[in-house]
């Protein structure tokens, strides 16, 4: 999958978690030191959901199967957002946020 359709599955993920769930929602891609392995990190700010919402987990499970289908990893997490990070992250072209 192009580079531009993957970060805009990455952007509609974030706007359903976002509109569907009520809490803040991120991706920061990632890889391997050697550069071997990249994935998408889904942050969300919400444990309650991120631990035990079954709409989250079926969707987390469709998404899984889309991004496997066109070749490219997600991982979900629970995370604070700090600011620092996320500038950070955005310094280095690595952030998908809804704003």
Same mark, same amino acid.
């Given at each position: 999958?192009?580079?531009? *359709?993957?970060?805009?599955? =990455? ?14 929602? #991120?991706? =920061? /891609?990632?890889?391997?030191? +050697?550069? +071997? !392995? ?8 919400? @444990?309650?959901? #991120?631990? *035990?919402?079954?709409?989250?987990? +079926?969707?987390?499970? @469709?998404? /899984?199967?889309? *991004?496997?289908?066109?070749? !490219? +990893?997600?991982?979900? @997490? !629970?995370?604070?957002? *700090? ?17």
């Amino acid at each position: 999958m192009k580079k531009s *359709s993957e970060r805009a599955f =990455v952007l509609k993920i974030i706007k359903t978690i976002e509109k569907v769930f009520g809490c803040i929602a #991120y991706g =920061v /891609h990632d890889q391997t030191p +050697s550069g +071997s !392995y990249k994935w998408w990190t889904i942050c969300i700010d919400n @444990a309650k959901v #991120y631990m *035990s919402d079954n709409r989250f987990k +079926s969707l987390i499970k @469709a998404w /899984h199967t889309e *991004s496997k289908k066109n070749g !490219y +990893s997600l991982l979900f @997490a !629970y995370c604070n957002p *700090s600011e620092e990070n996320l500038k950070e992250f955005a310094k280095h072209d690595r952030l998908i946020l809804n704003v």
